[in-house]
């Protein structure tokens, strides 16, 4: 038996707002307001989830922020205000390849190759993901510098 599950994205524009970009550090720069509501349908018609999320796109940077503040207060709120509820959105992938870097630093130059792909990425991302590559590539140098030392003293006799 199939069901039929639709989702069903609706966007209402909300305020121009003035904030302090996490993404960009730019200050005081206007972003537009989006209210994104998705719903979750069996069968066309039966609507069992609804997820609502507000974002914020930087005029700068062109980054979307997700906002935790109510959506109905954007426009009141000072830019310090604005700021403390307005998050970089961090990519899934971004967040992999940090994790990976770490986990597989173990493995000479694969983890180092990994760390390097993971800082790359992650460079211009403040928070836990630039933080985990950097402790991705330095540990996957130190052992892949340790298994280059080992394979050269065993070789020579």
């Given at each position: ?81 604005l700021s403390q509820h ?24 694969v983890g180092l190759l ?44």
């Open positions: 038996m199939d069901v039929l599950i639709n989702t069903r994205i609706t966007k209402i524009p909300g305020p121009t707002v003035t904030i302090d970009c996490p993404a960009c550090k730019a200050k005081s720069v206007n972003g537009e307001s989006v209210r994104q509501v998705d719903q979750l349908e069996l069968f066309y018609l039966l609507p069992f989830m609804k997820l609502r999320n507000t974002f914020v796109t930087c005029h700068e940077c062109n980054k979307q922020l997700i906002c935790t503040a109510p959506f109905d207060e954007l426009g009141e709120l000072s830019v310090d205000d307005l998050v970089h959105h961090v990519s899934i992938i971004n967040k992999f390849l940090a994790l990976a870097s770490v986990l597989l630093c173990w493995v000479p130059f990994l760390g390097c792909i993971s800082l790359a990425v992650n460079w211009r991302i403040t928070g836990w993901t630039k933080k985990l590559s950097y402790i991705g590539i330095g540990a996957s140098a130190v052992l892949t510098a340790a298994f280059m030392i080992i394979l050269s003293l065993a070789g020579v006799k």
